[in-house]
T-cell receptor, first 109, second 114 residues
Framework: QKEVEQNSGPLSVPEGAIASLNCTYS??????FFWYRQYSGKSPELIMF????GDKEDGRFTAQLNKASQYVSLLIRDSQPSDSATYLC?????????FGTGTRLLVSP | KAGVTQTPRYLIKTRGQQVTLSCSPI?????VSWYQQTPGQGLQFLFE???????NKGNFPGRFSGRQFSNSRSEMNVSTLELGDSALYLC?????????????FGPGTRLLVL
């Protein structure tokens, strides 16, 4: 079992829709969770992080964390074609950050 | 603040050669982590350096090594290159105060082994 799991996608949504990206993790000791966006050929850039159960909103992005279910999600409202990228979920592991393999999001005009 | 910088950006090597990659963290950051990214495996943790000491290491063979200098700049070395070492090598910096703080990535070095 991978430590951080994501559906590889692609997840296809029309412009203006809500994109929902999901991630599960296996280490109950994980304390913080991060969402990074990676455009093709580029390096990951941080979108947001969350460490408390519940929702955290930042503009069009909402991260949701449920530690009991070991589940993290990222919602993107009013999706734009420029949101098309691979989204990486990461969780703190034992003295390191563990990444999922990413979900590819395609937003069609 | 200037971001994380990595040099070179692209490298082509042949099997058996060795390579050294460089990473300069964000000013004030003392932790540098290295990752290998391949299409099949995603981002794999190589090692992390903090204050010139390797603080953590991933599951990579001994051909992969690194070091950190007193100015927090870090180098990563891969000896006896194999075809499977072709990948994007990313470094990320953070202050290093805790493992749950944000890491900021450099642009990466794309290595092709022929």
């Amino acid at each position: 079992q991978k430590e951080v799991e994501q559906n590889s996608g692609p997840l296809s949504v029309p412009e203006g829709a809500i994109a929902s990206l999901n991630c599960t993790y296996s280490d109950r000791g994980s304390q913080s969770f991060f969402w990074y966006r990676q455009y093709s050929g580029k390096s990951p850039e941080l979108i947001m992080f969350i460490y408390s159960n519940g929702d955290k909103e930042d503009g069009r992005f909402t991260a949701q964390l449920n530690k009991a279910s070991q589940y993290v999600s990222l919602l993107i409202r009013d999706s734009q074609p420029s949101d098309s990228a691979t989204y990486l979920c990461a969780a703190t592991g034992f003295q390191k950050l563990v990444f999922g393999t990413g979900t590819r999001l395609l937003v069609s005009p | 603040k200037a971001g994380v910088t990595q040099t070179p950006r692209y490298l082509i090597k042949t099997r058996g050669q060795q390579v050294t990659l460089s990473c300069s963290p964000i000013s004030g950051h003392r932790s540098v982590s290295w990752y290998q990214q391949t299409p099949g495996q995603g981002l794999q943790f190589l090692f992390e350096y903090f204050s010139e000491t390797q603080r953590n290491k991933g599951n990579f063979p001994g051909r992969f090594s690194g070091r950190q200098f007193s100015n927090s700049r870090s180098e990563m070395n891969v000896s006896t290159l194999e075809l499977g070492d072709s990948a994007l090598y990313l470094c990320a910096s953070s202050s290093g105060q805790s493992y749950w703080e944000t890491q900021y990535f450099g642009p990466g070095t794309r290595l092709l082994v022929l």
